[in-house]
């Protein structure tokens, strides 16, 4: 996958939100992240910049430094919140939903109105840390990969 400069952010691929609001992660994200193992993954709101969404899952942010947002909000520790159910901590948005052995999820209308997401767009995942991706929406980076002359897989 591409860097689209030099010492900028690695891109994965783009993933469609599909009409049913179905998305696909792309493959290597999957693999580096292990992102499918646990079968659920957590949900959070991206920058004021990119928009989207942020993907992790509690194997990684529960270990990490990023961690106590688990512990304090003990819903989303134990996944007894509504899957899809946004809990708001600290500046963030936080929900939780199934993943597939494919890599798909599927966003509901309330989830993507919340996200400012809808059918139709091409989320770039972009490798953000050692803990999370994100799926972004908006800003520099997705317009730096319009222009991009290489190719951008679409999954």
């Known amino acids: 996958m591409p860097q689209m400069n030099k010492g900028g952010k690695f891109i994965f691929g783009k993933s469609l939100i599909r009409t049913?609001?179905?998305?696909?992660?792309?493959?290597?994200?999957?693999?580096?992240?292990?992102?499918?193992?646990?079968g659920k993954v957590y949900l959070f709101t991206g920058s004021k910049i990119t928009g989207g969404f942020c993907v992790t899952?509690?194997?990684l942010l529960h270990p990490s430094k990023l961690g106590h947002i688990l512990?304090?909000?003990?819903?989303?520790?134990?996944?007894?919140?509504g899957s899809g159910e946004f809990i708001k901590y600290k500046g963030r948005s936080y929900c939780w939903v199934e993943i597939s052995r494919e890599g798909q999820i599927l966003l509901t209308k309330k989830m993507m109105d919340f996200l400012k997401v809808r059918p139709?767009?091409?989320l770039l995942s972009i490798r953000s840390s050692d803990i999370a991706f994100t799926m972004g929406a908006k800003?520099?980076?997705?317009e730096k990969a319009e222009n991009y002359d290489g190719e951008i897989p679409l999954f």
């Open 57 to 59: 899952r509690k194997g």
């Open 120 to 122: 139709g767009m091409e």
């Open 139 to 142: 800003g520099p980076l997705l």
């Open 71 to 81: 512990d304090d909000t003990p819903p989303l520790l134990d996944y007894s919140a």
């Open 20 to 38: 049913d609001g179905t998305l696909r992660i792309p493959p290597q994200a999957m693999e580096e992240y292990h992102i499918a193992d646990e």
